[in-house]
């Protein structure tokens, strides 16, 4: 079987092709240079009020870039086909809109792992330029009656809080007031799609295999398995169906509705369906609720948030009050909401320089100080110890993974090894945590770089040149590993490096009360809870990652990401034993 064909130039240019033709073909639109980031071209107007920035994968068209304008986003971040954005291009937009005057930032994040990952590492980047950023983050996913630990996914949903959110901040509500508003909304959403036929990535064969004649009830906007595949009925039923699933309250994820109650119900076309079906689902959507005595109060029908070319639907609804009415019907400018402008935008100006910005400080910000020697010694026996264990990590990982965790630990090692001999190590710790988030930020990929620079990033706040105590270090420490596990989404228990880290963690806080002479012991035993933490994932069931996938019978030997936590805790002591 070969690749679907496209209408495309080549599959590594379509991305930024295709942004390319929205900005020029609309207006008030501009590229941040360098990255995929479409941005208002009127900043000045952004002075004094909250700007507003989401994205996400490409292949969503016309999700997110569209939504750009006023009234809506200010910004929207686009990763590859189906692939999260990248933090750095998250964190220039932040910046760019910060640079602008804006009175904070509010991220709109769909719930995916990588996405709240890589915005949540910008976000924490961000606040360590003294920026104002908040996140929410959108699970609007009505399909599973018993959501696994991911939560429900991010779906159409989101395009709705990019209007009502952005109401909110043209008019100068506050980002607090905006976020709790919100918060209030999301629980008065919900969405469910049906496919008829698969998508595929361009270059790629489809996503997955569906016989003609069936359906998929409950997939996702990347093509994952929903929850039911039949054959195909008529409109009626299946619009139906979609709605007894959304509203079944039998369901953890369902939507409570009753009659009398007032919504907005969003028709979204999922790539491939005519207008003319979307016209029929539209009619069998507004019966199906009205029959149900339920009043409906607006319609939206058309392309919003689609999955390339897949023939399919998706109904969101929202339980809807007169002010959530009168945010939808405020004005916005943005394209790709209904009422569009057809201004020619001939000569409008579609090419931004971005801000300079840089994820760890510059060589010349920084002195040494009493703590640079140990903190050398330290690094090079972390990187030591990474390198030597790289084969046993691998070995680990292939059992669990793609075999590669070995690999990345060792390439966070060299590139520290490279910095420390041509850099000094600053007398500041907090500095020095940044410029390590950085560099595994940028050398060792994947979700375990990005973990670890949100660890190091959320950490580099809380010690100082001054304030460098054992204490501030366990406070310092605490505060990476919550960064982890707020993004992360796992916790102790889910089979992950937390089950090392956590133990060890919660040991190290009572170096807040411990004096001076038993530090060392704390330590100690912190580094041996570490070690039982990650002898003891052989007997957990994987929660989170990539191990979640995997039968948990074949999951008999210990986490990867954990074994590597408790060998750089254990080098760490060494050091500091070393010392004494």
């Known amino acids: 079987m070969e690749p679907q064909k496209k209408l495309i130039n080549s599959v590594d240019s379509c991305v930024d092709e295709a942004l390319y033709g929205l900005v020029r073909a609309s207006e ?227 939507l409570p509705l009753k009659s009398g109650d007032s919504v907005v119900v969003c028709v979204n076309n999922l790539g491939a369906l005519s207008c003319l079906e979307m016209g029929v689902v539209t009619r069998a959507a507004i019966i199906c609720l009205e029959n149900q005595g339920v009043v409906v109060a607006r319609v939206m029908s058309g392309s919003f948030m689609t999955s390339l070319e897949m023939a399919g639907v998706s109904l969101t609804l929202v339980r809807a009050n007169q002010e959530t009415l009168r945010l939808f019907d405020a004005r916005t400018t943005a394209l790709a909401w209904p009422h569009l402008s057809n201004v020619c935008v001939t000569g409008c100006r579609y090419i931004s320089d971005p801000p300079a910005m840089s994820t760890r400080p510059q060589d010349d910000s920084y002195s040494e100080g009493p703590l640079s020697h140990v903190m050398r010694k330290t ?98 420490i605490h505060a990476g590993t919550e960064a982890m596990r707020r993004y992360g989404g796992a916790d102790p228990g889910d089979r992950t490096m937390l089950d090392a880290l956590c133990p060890a963690v919660d040991e190290l806080m009572n170096l807040s009360t411990t004096p001076p002479g038993g530090q060392m012991a704390v330590l100690q035993a912190a580094v041996t809870k570490a070690t039982l933490g990650a002898e003891g994932t052989c007997n957990l069931t994987a929660q989170a990652g990539r191990a979640s996938y995997i039968a948990a019978e074949r999951l008999t030997l210990p986490d990867p990401g954990a074994v590597a936590v408790a060998a750089t805790l254990r080098a760490v002591l060494e050091v500091l034993e070393g010392q004494k």
């Open 379 to 476: 690094l090079e026996r972390v990187c030591f110890t990474l390198l030597e264990k790289q084969e046993e990590l691998n070995s680990l990982d292939r059992a669990a993974g793609d075999g590669d965790c070995g690999n990345t630990h060792a390439q966070a090692a060299r590139a520290i090894q490279e910095w420390l001999q041509d850099h000094r190590v600053p007398g500041c710790p907090g500095k020095l945590l940044s410029v390590l988030a950085g560099l595994v930020q940028e050398k060792m990929g994947g979700s375990s770089g990005a973990l670890y620079s949100l660890f190091l990033t959320a950490a580099a706040g809380h010690v100082t040149e001054e304030q460098s105590s054992a204490a501030a270090w366990a406070s310092a």
């Open 28 to 254: 008030g639109l501009s590229l941040l240079k360098g990255h995929r980031v479409v941005i208002r071209s009127d900043l000045d107007n952004l002075r004094g009020k909250v700007a507003l920035l989401s994205g996400g994968g490409s292949g969503h068209e016309p999700a997110h870039g569209g939504y750009v304008g006023a009234g809506m986003l200010s910004a929207a971040v686009a990763g590859g086909v189906f692939a999260s954005p990248p933090p750095a291009s998250i964190l220039a937009a932040i910046l760019c809109l910060h640079n602008a005057g804006a009175a904070g930032v509010l991220l709109i994040v769909k719930n995916y792992t990588g996405d709240r990952l890589n915005f949540g590492l910008a976000a924490e980047q961000a606040r360590n330029h003294g920026i104002t950023v908040d996140m929410v983050i959108v699970a609007d996913d009505c399909a599973f009656d018993r959501p696994s630990k991911a939560g429900r996914r991010g779906l159409c949903g989101t395009v709705l809080i990019h209007k009502l959110a952005g109401a909110l901040a043209e008019e100068g509500c506050p980002l607090d007031q905006i976020v709790l508003k919100m918060t209030e909304v999301l629980k008065r959403i919900g969405t469910l799609g049906v496919g008829l036929s698969p998508c595929s990535v361009p270059g790629c064969l489809p996503s997955f295999d569906l016989p003609p004649g069936d359906m998929e009830l409950g997939l996702g906007i990347h093509g994952e398995p929903g929850i039911k595949r039949s054959k195909v009925a008529s409109a009626d039923e299946v619009v139906k169906l979609m709605i007894d699933q959304m509203t079944n309250p039998d369901s953890q994820s369902h």
